[in-house]
């Protein structure tokens, strides 16, 4: 019963999260966004955490469920996500492409009624989450590039309004301190 419960914990907490934290004015939002547009290590550390939550996840269903191979298709998609390069340009792509977003998160629909591929289906679920709140990849060239870096470390309004393609209604201002709308925000 204590794994069933578990594993309820697993899916439903990334989706409350994520309902929470999503586009709102929180200031450590803005923080990680302004930080994992920034820095490499910020986002090596997103991805090992997502990496860590899934595994600890295959340790909860493989301790309930001994000898189900369903549990293999996911194993191997968390295997490919220990190489950063793989996981950022993974990551990166999803959340850059709408089409890509929409037809992987179909297929895991569709995924959900088949109970051999539940790992397989939550594993996609935890990376589809995952890639909403990852910079985009203009972003993170951007802040590559040294002389642009330094002017959007300045204004931090401008990384979340990139890495979210405008959906955001406030960001945080890292000059004054302060969370503003920004106006091409109020017509949406």
């Known amino acids: 019963m204590l794994l069933k419960i578990l594993q309820l914990i697993f899916c439903v ?3 409350v999260l994520s309902l929470i934290l999503y586009k709102k004015p929180f200031r450590f939002m803005a923080k990680l966004h302004a930080a994992m547009s920034q820095n490499i290590r910020a986002r090596k550390l997103y991805t090992r955490v ?10 909860v269903y493989a301790s309930g469920h001994a000898g189900e191979f369903g549990i293999l298709v996911s194993t191997v998609i968390c295997a490919a996500m220990f ?3 793989l996981a950022d ?9 709408m089409g890509l977003f929409a037809g992987i998160s179909a297929i895991t629909l569709v995924s959900c009624f088949e109970p051999y591929l539940y790992t397989t289906t939550v594993t996609a679920y935890y990376i589809l989450l995952a890639a909403l709140f990852y910079p985009s990849a203009p972003v993170t060239v951007e802040c590559n590039n040294e002389e642009k870096a330094e002017g959007l470390t300045m204004h931090a309004e401008t990384i979340a309004e990139a890495t979210h393609a405008h959906q955001h209604a ?4 890292a000059g ?3 969370i503003s709308e920004t106006p091409h925000c109020n017509n949406h």
Do not use: A, Q
Not at 50 to 59: A, G, M, P
């Open 176 to 178: 004054k301190g302060s």
């Open 89 to 97: 340009r993974c990551l990166s792509r999803l959340h850059d492409s």
């Open 13 to 15: 907490s990334p989706l």
């Open 50 to 59: 997502i990496l860590f939550l899934l595994l600890l996840f295959h340790y």
């Open 83 to 85: 190489s950063f390069k």
């Open 170 to 173: 406030m960001v945080f201002e």
